[in-house]
């Protein structure tokens, strides 16, 4: 087994396993996909399988480590990515859930401590979610895009998987995908496009979105109350922005609504952001408001 792995509970061969994974940073912006992960492994009751040692993989001078009170002691959280095992009713298979962070260091490590970790379980197909800002509006279902190595995963999705022509820097998300494709294993991303103009925190629509695809393809049925909850509160914190924003942001929304409602907005698949169009300045009030809420209902 790589060096890099740490495993956290017996390892051996799975039952027709997939992973599915998300990693916060260029292609999970900001960080509603780790959210999705997250909420599965809740959902599904999860249990810890594996870690990635991040002595190797992270400047700790750009993503520090950060401490907290736990029982009356502090302890420090390093960047994690870490792996579970889940058994989801009515997938008739095993889960791999990876909820991770970008590295800054050693990529093609990384990639090759995930393969070998795949190797061991004898995982060859492979689901990661992303999230990018996109001109939707928050008051519409969002939308999200497949890119595919393989028909089987329109089938499964119920999405066409059109193929990407874009060229330029890619994530760790595109990194991973080309070098598991290399080794002829079968993999599928989808990408959840989230309102450009909300970007202080993770957007619980686009879990919502990407666990019905999920659902679907798996045959599971998963309990989103939670993630529901969370998505009814963000629309309030929202529209109560709107509200005392003045008639300009507003306006904004109403056409990104008629954009959408007319022809749902082109936006293209692939592992880097789209170009946006410019908003200005018209929605600072609405990124202080969430970030003030974030500040208030977490104490670090």
């Known amino acids: 087994m790589h060096e890099a792995l740490r495993p956290l509970s017996e390892v051996k061969p799975l039952r027709d396993p997939w992973l599915i994974a998300a990693f916060s940073g260029f292609t999970d912006q900001p960080g509603a996909a780790n959210l999705t992960v997250k909420t599965l492994v809740d959902a599904w009751g999860a249990i810890p399988f594996m870690d990635l040692d991040p002595e190797r993989f992270y400047d700790f001078t750009v993503q520090r480590p950060r401490v907290r009170l736990e029982r009356g002691e502090r302890v420090l959280d390093w960047p994690e990515n870490r792996v579970y095992i889940a058994r989801p009713d009515g997938a008739g298979r095993d889960i791999l859930l990876m909820a991770g962070v970008e590295p800054h260091l050693r990529w093609r490590t990384f990639t090759l401590a995930i393969e070998d970790m795949l190797r061991e379980t004898g995982c060859t197909t492979s689901v990661t979610l992303g999230a990018q800002g996109s001109p939707v509006p928050h008051t519409r279902p969002l939308p999200v895009n497949l890119s595919a190595s393989h028909p089987d995963f329109e089938t499964a999705f119920g999405l066409k998987a059109p193929q990407s022509r874009y060229q330029g820097q890619t994530g760790i998300v595109g990194v991973l995908n080309l070098h598991l494709r290399a080794q002829g294993w079968k993999n599928a991303s989808l990408w959840g496009m989230s309102p450009h103009y909300i970007n202080t925190g993770p957007n619980p629509h686009v879990g919502l979105a990407q666990i019905a695809l999920l659902d ?85």
Do not use: M
């Not at 393809?217 to 629309?235: H, I, K, M, V």
């Not at 609504?257 to 018209?282: H, K």
């Open 216 to 300: 679907k393809a798996l045959g599971t049925s998963t309990d989103l109350t939670s993630l529901r909850e969370q998505g009814e509160q963000f629309n309030e914190q929202v529209a109560e922005v709107l509200r005392e924003s003045g008639g300009e942001a507003q306006q904004y929304v109403r056409q990104l609504e008629e954009q959408y409602d007319n022809q749902r907005p082109s936006l293209p698949s692939g592992d880097a952001p789209a170009e946006l169009p410019p908003t200005g300045d018209i929605l600072d009030d609405l990124e202080k408001f969430l970030r003030d809420q974030r500040k208030g209902s977490d104490p670090q």
